[in-house]
């Protein structure tokens, strides 16, 4: 079993940077995949990036690729998600997700564990 606590959402003028965490308290931190999402009103949860257990590959949607980094730190059991050259379109719902059945996951229905939730905000 793995819980989820969020932490760094706010809001954030376009064109800065905000920095989400997301810890993990449960077992074998370092044997789950992580992912982010995130959601907006009458939307689907979309994947946002997502990193491996094991040699911490990682993949992003096309609409945040070069301006969001995804990481872990498997010792502190954290895993961030590092986003610049914010823009409006951003704001958001972000939600951690964990997976200790996969390897790397991109598919919000292939994952077990999900977080609260920090609110994204991006003014123009």
């Known amino acids: 079993q793995v819980q989820l606590v969020e932490s760094g959402g706010g809001l954030v003028q376009a064109g800065g940077s905000l920095r989400l965490s997301c810890a993990a308290s449960?077992?074998?931190?370092?044997?789950?995949?992580m992912g982010w999402f995130r959601q907006t009103p009458g939307k689907e949860r979309e994947f946002v990036a997502a990193?491996?257990?094991?040699?911490?590959?990682?993949l992003y949607a096309s609409s945040v690729k070069g301006r969001f980094s995804i990481s872990r730190d498997n010792a502190k059991s954290t895993v961030y998600l590092q986003m610049n050259s914010l823009k409006p379109e951003d704001s958001a719902v972000y939600y951690c997700?964990?997976?200790?059945?996969?390897?790397?996951?991109?598919?919000?229905?292939?994952?077990?564990?999900w977080g609260q939730g920090t609110q994204v905000t991006v003014s123009s």
């Open positions: 997700a964990a997976s200790s059945r996969y390897t790397l996951v991109v598919v919000t229905g292939m994952y077990d564990y």
């Open positions: 449960g077992r074998a931190f370092s044997g789950a995949a």
């Open positions: 990193i491996s257990r094991g040699d911490g590959t990682t």
